[in-house]
């Protein structure tokens, strides 16, 4: 049974940092691509990043370059996405998804979502 999990959202000051992770299973991790979704209210859903093992690391999002870095460890089947500078607009809900081989492919399994919320 094919699972994806996030955690480590939460709500921060303008500037600060977190760390979300997406803890899969059900499936080999190497062999698929793990991509990054956010949704604010009101607006639609917004790739953010993915990986896989032919493309790397790849940021879909202008706005976040130089600013989060996605990584995967095989070994503990996740895929963590390391966000700083954050600002008011990184505010959403934080989805991780399964792709097939690549980045350029459609995500067909979700996770349940992890909120971020970027605020003084």
């Known amino acids: 049974q094919v699972q994806l999990v996030e955690s480590g959202g939460g709500s921060v000051q303008p500037g600060g940092s977190l760390r979300l992770s997406c803890a899969v299973s059900?499936?080999?991790?190497?062999?698929?691509?793990i991509g990054w979704f956010r949704q604010a209210p009101g607006k639609e859903r917004e790739g953010v990043s993915c990986i896989s093992r032919r493309d790397g690391g790849i940021y879909w999002a202008d706005s976040v370059k130089g600013r989060f870095t996605i990584s995967r460890d095989n070994a503990k089947n996740t895929v963590n996405l390391q966000m700083n500078s954050l600002k008011p607009e990184d505010t959403a809900v934080y989805y991780c998804?399964?792709?097939?081989?690549?980045?350029?492919?459609?995500?067909?399994?979700w996770g349940q979502g992890t909120q971020v919320t970027v605020s003084s």
């Open positions: 059900g499936f080999t991790l190497n062999y698929h691509a």
């Open positions: 998804a399964r792709g097939g081989g690549r980045c350029t492919g459609g995500f067909a399994s």
